[in-house]
């Protein structure tokens, strides 16, 4: 069961998303919502694991399935390269460190929360 679960959570992330990503227009928005993927997907993440909120199989759905398909780690590490291609160094380093640093921050904040709400 799941796998199951983790496999329709999953394809409703990948989805979402894909969604999201539809609403930018150009390589500039697309940048931005990556990283507000990552972003949000790691304070959710952070939420999730604080506490046993739910059963392992929906904790498991929701952080592998769903934040497993709706974050983009592959993508954010792909587009600082196309930044570097594209001669553009510095708005690869800005967008590195400004998501490894708001994912941390976002985590933390999320796993907080969810502490503070048990």
Known sequence: MTTLLV???GLAG???????????LHHESLIWMTLGINVIGSFLLGLLVAEPWFS?????ALGVGFL???TTFSTFT???????????PARAGL??????VGGIAAAAAG??????LR
């Open 7 to 9: 496999g329709v959570a």
């Open 56 to 60: 392992r199989d929906v904790r498991e």
């Open 111 to 116: 796993f907080t929360l969810g502490r503070v």
């Open 14 to 24: 990948v989805l979402a998303r894909y969604g999201l990503s539809r609403l930018t």
């Open 78 to 88: 792909v587009q600082i390269v196309l930044d570097v291609e594209a001669g553009e």
């Open 95 to 100: 967008y590195l460190a400004v998501s490894i």
């Open 68 to 70: 497993g398909g709706f």
